[in-house]
């Protein structure tokens, strides 16, 4: 669900976050209009915005593992990790994690790839909430929600800063519920 | 879950092409060394007491006055893989280290306690474990996070900086307008082995006008020489693993 409709309508630092997020278009390809947050992470304000909402959401749910999607997902996820006492669990491509590995594959809105995460980074029954920069089809999510299922871990809720049209009004997400803060900007004419 | 401490003597980094400083006889004789643990005082402290543990290897490892507290148990929650990513590479694997609460926000209170107040106004994170590291910092001390990745991930206009691996070259970039000229930044990585990312992260943003005031990194691969190619660059590190 979208945060205005849950409790942050008319919240000033959603504007403020949505104003921060830049748009690329034809990246990486002719049609696609990229959300860039690497202009949120350069305003300090917004950025700490971002966190903050997230944190407050999050801080009294018992969540002992905040999950982080590469690479994107790792710019989010460590710092709600700190302010609410969780580990962070980084979710990466594959061949990257030195340890022994659970895998998931999954598409993306466009090609395919493979998730992976170490086996004994989160314990059965475990709360958990994964984060990643942005939602779009999501099967990144639903493969991260794959991997934590099978290690007996309980996933509380997914948690995007953006939401891509075909999101909404789409709560759950395999089942589970997801949590977005913005739609995306400049979006008019995109397909 | 178990965690090891790094240490075998005989580790030949085959990221480091340049020979131990020992004859092999006496690595093997050599009891395995402890990670040692620098001050966390000054940047120039710690390379002092690096070369005076560089000059005495058999030497028990000292607690130096000074030492920080939190620093063993930030070394005891790094896991070492071995073989890792190829035969003859011992990891560092700071993914535990990311799953012990206490010692993750130990050592992001370790950076931010030095880099607060410092007029720093840029954080830069190699990708992909400066971006763990960087973020929890710039938010803790006021400045921008600036990610520095590789090739075709930055969506917009970049400039990019090749550097050299053991074989090949490759490539970090970064977005034009991230930072101005006359900026102060960091550059946070999770380690610094041979130090080539790490100095080409400086160079490019040298290139546009910022001044680099450290680079930081959780743990340091000293027989790496990292340091040294590093220049003039301040390096500051939390763990040195020999």
Do not use: W
Request: proline share 7%; aromatic share 6%.
């Amino acid at each position: 669900m979208f945060a205005a409709e849950n409790g942050l309508k008319g919240d000033p630092r959603l504007e403020a976050i949505s104003a921060a997020i830049r748009v690329v278009p034809n990246f990486p390809k002719k049609g696609i209009m990229f959300q860039d947050i690497t202009t949120l992470l350069l305003d300090h304000k917004a950025f700490k915005h971002t966190i903050d909402i997230f944190v407050d959401r999050y801080k009294d749910m018992q969540i002992s593992v905040v999950a982080g999607v590469e690479a994107r997902g790792f710019m989010f996820g460590p710092s709600i990790a700190l302010a609410i006492g969780a580990k962070f669990v980084p979710l990466r491509k594959p061949g990257k994690l030195p340890g022994k590995v659970i895998s998931e594959s999954y598409e993306l809105e466009y090609g395919h790839d493979r998730l992976e995460m170490h086996v004994d980074a989160v314990e059965p029954r475990e709360r958990v909430i994964i984060i990643d920069d942005l939602v779009a089809t999501g099967g990144t999510l639903s493969a991260a929600i794959s991997l934590m299922e099978s290690q007996g871990a309980e996933v509380v809720e997914c948690a995007c800063v953006i939401g891509l049209p075909e999101v909404k009004g789409q709560h759950k997400l395999k089942g589970k519920p997801l949590y977005v803060l913005v739609e995306p900007s400049g979006l008019d004419g995109f397909c | 879950m178990q965690t090891i401490i790094a240490l075998a003597p005989l580790v030949s980094h085959r990221l480091c092409l340049a020979p131990p400083p020992f004859p092999r006889h006496r690595l093997l004789c050599r009891r395995a060394p402890s990670i040692r643990l620098p001050s966390h005082r000054s940047s120039t402290t710690s390379f002092r007491l690096l070369s005076s543990f560089a000059a005495s290897r058999d030497s028990e490892m000292a607690t130096e006055d000074g030492q920080d507290p939190r620093i063993p148990k930030i070394a005891s929650s790094i896991r070492v893989i071995p073989d890792f990513p190829k035969p003859g590479i011992m990891f560092h694997d700071i993914t535990t280290l990311l799953l012990d609460t206490e010692a993750f926000k130990d050592t992001i209170d370790l950076f931010v306690e030095r880099y607060k107040g410092k007029g720093i106004s840029v954080v830069a994170g190699v990708e992909a474990r400066g971006f763990i590291f960087g973020p929890p910092i710039a938010l803790a001390i006021g400045a921008k996070f600036v990610p520095m990745r590789k090739p075709k991930k930055l969506p917009g206009k970049v400039i990019s900086e090749e550097y050299s691996l053991e074989y090949g070259t490759d490539k970090i970039e970064m977005h034009v307008g991230a930072v101005e000229p006359g900026e102060r930044a960091i550059i946070i990585d999770d380690l610094i082995a041979t130090g080539g990312t790490l100095s080409a992260a400086v160079r490019l943003l040298e290139r546009v006008g910022v001044k680099i005031v450290e680079c930081a990194c959780v743990i340091e691969l000293p027989e790496c020489k990292g340091r040294e190619k590093l220049g003039e660059t301040p390096l500051f590190i939390l763990i040195s693993s020999a």
